[in-house]
Structures are given as structure tokens and as C-alpha cells.
């Protein structure tokens, strides 16, 4: 019997997958994960993909060549963003207008740490093109377990969940941080007595 779980890639004993909510949204997501995030316990990239109809998740460094996700991009019946704060990027809520048109989006998430999601953004000349967008900068994540650079720094999870709130927010997306939240206390409660309070308090 394997160790982990064939559907989610995690330990049987840390599966996700009864928490998972199948949910709809008419925006769409691809996230672009380097390849150290695969194996990561914590990882919560699986989280999105399981949960939404329309998400795409796929693994590298430098996606130039990459032809699904190249093929993705060329689909005129989208508009494509990517989410990566910079000096250029502007508002996620200015992506509205184009929902109110009618025209169909797709937003780029790059799962990995700060610097590996850089290295990705650098050689995937790809990506370039695309318009950059952020998230408002007053969000705080609760991503307990793992080292963050700032209080607002968002795990992958949740910044899609904020990313289809402010684009969709007559739907319900708080399932994806309630299996967000299951995980972690999950991870927490299965560490050695002191370890949690020692590192992350």
C-alpha cells in the first residue's frame, strides 16, 4: 500500500482530500510551481486544483517553451493576468471591468518562495507580455506553519481564494480555507510537543 494518498500527493496519514469541496467559477487559474514545492507537506497549490473545475497546475522553471501552458495563452477567447507584485502591476479589481464585459480570464499564479517564484517570472519570457496584477495590500495570511517574509505574504491557496473573491464575490470560496485551515492544524498537531510554540510563535 503506498504511503501517500494517489489524489492529492500527500502522506495518507496528512490527506486533504476529505476536505476538499468540488467549487465553479468562471475565472479561471494556472498555477506554475517549481518543482521544490511538489513534495512540500505544506504545500497548498493540490488545494486549488482538487477544489475548482477550472485550474490547471503545472511544474517548472522556465515555461518559455512550456506547450500546454503556451497553448493556454494563445486561447483568444481569454484575457490573461499575472498575479506578481511589482512596480507595474495594478489593482486585481480593475480585472472587473472585464469580467463586466463578458470576456472570459484567466489569472497566473506562481506557487513557490519568494525566490524561487522570482526565478520563474525571470526566464519565462512567456510571462512577460501578460498584464501584472496584485492583490490589496492590507491582506494578512495565516499560513502558521511555514516562514514568511511579511505579515501579508499569502500562500498560494490563499491567494486564489482572494483572487476569485474580488472577481466573483457573489460565490462562496471559503471552503478552499477551510481545507487551508484543516491542514495546517493538521501539520500542528502532529508536531513534537514545543515544536510549534519554539519556531512559529
Known amino acids: 500500500m503506498s504511503r501517500y494518498c494517489f489524489k492529492c500527493g500527500k502522506s495518507t496519514k496528512a490527506c486533504i482530500c476529505q476536505w476538499i469541496r468540488s467549487l465553479s467559477s468562471n475565472v479561471e487559474l494556472i498555477i506554475l510551481q517549481h518543482p521544490t514545492e511538489a513534495k ?20 517548472g522553471e522556465d515555461f518559455t517553451q512550456h506547450e500546454k501552458l503556451n497553448h493556454l495563452l494563445s486561447d483568444d477567447a481569454y484575457r490573461h493576468f499575472i498575479l506578481y507584485p511589482s512596480d507595474e502591476s495594478f489593482s486585481l479589481t480593475l480585472v472587473k471591468e472585464t469580467l463586466h464585459n463578458q470576456k472570459k480570464v484567466r489569472i497566473l499564479l506562481l506557487d513557490g518562495t519568494w525566490k524561487k517564484a ?84
Open 40 to 59: 512540500k507537506p505544506m504545500g497548498t497549490a493540490k488545494i486549488l486544483q482538487l477544489s475548482l473545475t477550472g485550474c490547471y497546475l503545472f511544474q
Open 118 to 201: 522570482y526565478k520563474i517570472w525571470k526566464l519565462s519570457k512567456n510571462l512577460k507580455s501578460l498584464p501584472i496584477v496584485h492583490l490589496p495590500k492590507n491582506l494578512k495570511g495565516n499560513y502558521r506553519i511555514r516562514k514568511a517574509p511579511s505579515d501579508n505574504s499569502l500562500s498560494t491557496v490563499e491567494a486564489g481564494y482572494h483572487v476569485l473573491s474580488l472577481l466573483e464575490p457573489e460565490r462562496n470560496f471559503s471552503s478552499l480555507l477551510d481545507t487551508f485551515n484543516h491542514m495546517i492544524d493538521f501539520q500542528i498537531k502532529n508536531m513534537p510537543p514545543g515544536t510549534f510554540e519554539k519556531n512559529y510563535s
